[in-house]
């Protein structure tokens, strides 16, 4: 029996969890660079909604007077980026959990079989 095809090593771009692995990666970096940029963007846009929202209030009543909290504009923004790095870290983990133990049983595997010139008995 030619085992050829048996004892071959096994690529590990052969494994979905790699693509997954490699996608992930990608992303994480992808979001790592574009992150300051999407706050600063972010924050503009939630500080021109609250001036709006504050002028059409004022317009509808305006005998009501401005209070202090409600002149005070937010500092931080309500949409962040955490949640996306958070389920990017956990896929990330997961991949790499599940690339790593794939290739290592490969590997297992490909040690527990016989070479071309071992017989068994």
């Known amino acids: 029996m030619n085992s050829s095809s048996t004892t071959a090593r096994y690529s590990i771009t052969d494994s979905p969890w790699y693509w997954v692995y490699l996608f992930c ?5 992808a979001l790592l660079l574009a992150g300051p940029k999407f706050a600063a963007r972010q924050s503009q846009i939630e500080r021109k909604y609250e001036d709006r929202l504050h002028v059409a209030k004022h317009v ?3 005998q009501l007077p401005v209070t202090e909290r409600e002149a005070v ?9 955490w949640p996306l ?3 990017l870290g956990c896929v990330l983990s997961v991949a790499w959990y599940k690339l790593w133990r794939h290739h ?3 590997d297992d595997t490909l040690e527990s079989q016989p070479s071309n010139g071992e017989v068994t008995a």
């Open 25 to 29: 990666t990608a992303g994480a970096v």
């Open 60 to 62: 509808a009543q305006p």
């Open 73 to 81: 504009q937010r500092t931080t923004t309500r949409v962040m980026l």
């Open 85 to 87: 790095y958070a389920v």
């Open 104 to 106: 290592k049983r490969r």
